[in-house]
């Protein structure tokens, strides 16, 4: 398990951050200021050049002392997720609840589940495994939030998308944070200047947000269902259908024969951890 830093003395953090992929920070880069979380990263993200995006982005708010990278190519979660290899989620999971022992957070942040990106959902039932098999966690009282990230919304058959935004029936549940004028120039600095792989990938739907936009940053109670909303659009299996047409892959991750036998396992099987609940 890779680190960097030995540590500042400054106070322990009370939030531990799991995000899927480096360069997830973004969405809440004023939260990182102002909570000055403890972060860990499960996947490479794709390659070195995006973990260095995100090294960078955390050297300038002075939190890579606290950022710790797994570094697991990203390509090794989609293969043990068509796999259903739940040996490599597990292990995963004993990674998550390492970070909650060696912190003990008072509250968890994830990715969102918002059926974009079949690992970005991972993340809460990891975490939700995690929180179990650790001795910190296992005690209760840790609140758990999700992070929304990006998702699908339905269109038509056509792509429009959400950007860190809850769904609307969540609405009322949110936390809503406003950035001071400080963070925000850091968190815009950031994306313009640091990013350049998420400006590349995202284009005007992560470039062109507006400070209306960027100055508020949100996080929702974290739930998991076995089913999805209709508010949303599953995506991953969306997408890796019109790839399949194209003869571009051979095989296409499936909400139901890959994710929830990976997320009921992770989320059901842990001692004292609620199952997927049924919307």
């Known amino acids: 398990m890779g680190s960097h830093g030995v540590g500042r003395q400054e106070p322990t953090p009370d939030t531990l951050v799991v995000f899927s992929h480096p360069n997830h920070e973004v969405a809440i880069f004023g939260l990182l200021q102002r909570w000055r979380p403890a972060i860990l990263y499960l996947t490479d993200g794709g390659g070195a050049d995006r973990v260095a995006e995100t090294e960078q982005g955390l050297r300038s708010i002075g939190l890579l002392d606290r950022a710790t990278f797994l570094n697991r190519p990203e390509a090794s979660f989609y ?95 949110q936390m809503r944070v406003t950035l001071t004028a400080e963070e925000l120039a850091a968190k815009r600095a950031a994306r313009d200047q640091v990013y350049t792989i998420l400006a590349a990938q995202m284009g005007p739907l992560v470039c062109d947000l507006p400070d209306d936009h960027l100055r508020t940053e949100t996080l929702v109670p974290a739930v998991l269902s076995s089913e999805v909303a209709g508010e949303y659009a599953l995506r991953y299996e969306w997408r890796a259908a019109v790839l399949r047409r194209q003869g571009a892959i051979e095989q296409a991750i499936t909400h139901a024969d890959h994710f929830l036998p990976v997320a009921h396992a992770l989320a059901g099987g842990a001692s004292g951890t609620p199952p997927l609940a049924s919307t």
């Open 79 to 173: 293969r043990a997720l068509l796999d259903v290899d739940h040996a490599f989620f597990r292990d995963v999971a004993d990674r998550v609840a390492q970070a909650v022992d060696r912190w003990q957070p008072r509250r968890v942040l994830c990715d969102a589940v918002e059926y974009y990106n079949p690992v970005h959902d991972l993340s809460l039932p990891l975490v939700v495994r995690g929180l179990a098999a650790s001795t910190h966690g296992a005690r209760g009282g840790v609140e758990v939030f999700e992070i929304p990230l990006i998702r699908q919304v339905p269109s038509g058959g056509r792509e429009a998308y959400a950007v860190q935004r809850p769904t609307p029936s969540r609405a009322g549940s």
